[in-house]
């Protein structure tokens, strides 16, 4: 977990005060290393700025589960629902 620190209490409490955590992530290709870092020095960043981003970015977009899973809940919840001739003419009514 984090480096040098023993304690898994000491751990526990670094993490709460700083927020932050590492991630390793082994056996990546160097392919796939090589375009990550050049990513990254075309957006002016280093590859761990980079890919830091690319994991936040993607851990605060809901999973494609987790929406379909809220669109039947609210299904459920309200017993609506919209056939797809409604949807398009609603989607080709907002084009004109």
């Known amino acids: 977990m984090l480096t040098g620190v023993r304690s898994v209490g000491v751990q526990q409490l670094l993490l709460k005060c700083c927020g932050m955590v590492a991630i390793t992530v ?3 290709p160097d ?3 090589d375009e990550l ?3 990254a020095a075309r957006a002016g960043q280093s590859l761990q700025e980079y890919v830091r981003g690319l994991l936040v970015a993607a851990a605060a977009k809901p999973s494609v589960d987790d929406v379909i899973a809220r669109a039947r809940a609210r299904v459920a919840a309200t017993g609506s629902r919209v056939d797809a001739e409604a949807i398009l003419a ?3 009514a907002d084009r004109r």
């Open 26 to 28: 082994r056996d990546v």
């Open 90 to 92: 609603a989607r080709d």
């Open 31 to 33: 392919d796939a290393r």
């Open 37 to 39: 870092a050049a990513r």
